[in-house]
């Protein structure tokens, strides 16, 4: 059966900046999954000095990258704020990775001097540890709760930056190994209405289809004002990086 009615509009946020650990599979992911539904996907990559009008899109994705890369994007985050703070009020799915996710915070402070400017969407913040957190990372999600769905995700994190949340920013996942958010609350990412920030490259998505499913759906529900049912797919490959990586991370 196909969903040939539905179409979504996907924004890239910087990719010639912040795209590292092959997080453009994000976008692959989330693309292919509606594709093979019937789904129509546009994906458009904003680039710098693109002005962003926040009714154009259903999800928004933003990868990681280094501090030099994060500079450059973080003054184009700056200039397009209240229209993407905007598209997160309305409750339109992001989905920010790494270095992207630190900027979705309300600043990165990599040293007494330098200081990076988030753009506040989410209610965390980040400072540069002295070590680098490095590793395979798994984590529970309380959202992806049906019986019959396994709700563990999985990943590959890289960060020194240490990121702490409160308020309404609640996390992603609660750590079963890993390092996480900062290494000791055992929280991983954070969620604010529909809006993610992880640590976990990988890409993510591929390795997680459920929670890409989960995305999909998220941002058909919000275009189309109702709940649409995603058709199954055989997913033989997708469950089997799954269960390796849940190996290799440990559960
Ligand atoms: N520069 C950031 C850190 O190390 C982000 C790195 C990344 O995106 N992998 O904390």
């Known amino acids: 059966m196909n969903q040939i009615d539905f179409s979504l509009n996907i924004a890239h946020l910087y990719p010639d900046l912040l795209n590292i650990y092959g997080d453009f599979g994000n976008i692959l992911a989330f693309k292919n999954r509606c594709l093979w539904r019937g789904i129509e996907i546009n994906v458009e990559e ?47 799915p992001m989905l920010a990775i790494c270095g992207g996710y630190q900027l979705f915070g309300h600043y990165y402070r990599i040293s007494k001097e330098k200081n990076l400017d988030g753009i506040s969407i989410l209610d965390c913040y980040t400072t540069a540890g002295n070590k680098r957190l490095i590793g395979n990372i798994s984590g529970v999600c309380s959202y992806l709760t049906k019986d019959d769905v396994d709700n563990t995700v999985v990943g590959f994190e890289n960060h020194s930056g240490l990121t702490y949340i409160k308020g309404d920013t609640k996390p992603f996942l609660k750590v079963i190994k890993g390092f996480g958010n900062n290494g000791k609350d055992k929280t991983e990412g954070a969620r604010y209405k529909n809006v993610f920030g992880t640590y976990l490259h990988g890409p993510l998505l591929p390795k997680n289809p459920v929670f890409c499913d989960y995305l999909i759906s998220l941002a058909l529900k919000r275009k189309y004002k109702c709940n649409i049912p995603l058709v199954e797919l055989a997913d033989t490959v997708e469950e089997k990086a799954h269960e390796a990586c849940l190996k290799i991370a440990g559960k």
């Open 46 to 92: 904003i680039k710098a000095g693109h002005r962003i009008n926040p009714d154009e899109f259903d999800f928004y994705f933003i990868g990681g990258g280094q501090d030099i890369e994060q500079y450059m994007a973080s003054e184009e985050l700056l200039k397009n704020k209240e229209r993407l703070k905007k598209a997160a009020e309305n409750n339109v």
